[in-house]
């Protein structure tokens, strides 16, 4: 089996490590989420519950945020 190198390098994360790295609440994550304002969860296991966020784009998030605060945007 041949893995893409962005494979190898992905990590997923369940919704505690995205609390701790971001700092917000579980509900306020998938509020978020339901608004389209963060990156959406994928689905571990098709027709289950389990779902994980890459972190790469959790990562990405933080920066957009950091962007817009020294941009000034809300």
């Given at each position: 089996?041949?893995?893409?190198?962005?494979?190898?390098?992905?990590k997923?994360?369940?919704?505690?490590?995205?609390?701790?790295?971001?700092?917000?609440?579980?509900?306020?994550?998938?509020?978020?989420?339901?608004?389209?304002?963060?990156?959406?969860?994928?689905?571990?296991?098709?027709?289950?519950?389990?779902?994980?966020?890459?972190?790469?784009?959790?990562?990405?998030?933080?920066?957009?945020?950091?962007?817009?605060?020294?941009?000034?945007?809300?």
């Amino acid at each position: 089996i041949e893995l893409s190198k962005k494979c190898l390098k992905e990590k997923l994360l369940r919704i505690k490590q995205v609390q701790q790295i971001t700092g917000l609440s579980k509900s306020y994550i998938y509020q978020l989420c339901s608004q389209n304002k963060f990156p959406k969860s994928i689905q571990l296991v098709d027709g289950g519950s389990s779902v994980a966020w890459v972190h790469s784009e959790i990562l990405e998030w933080i920066d957009s945020r950091i962007t817009a605060r020294d941009e000034g945007v809300k």
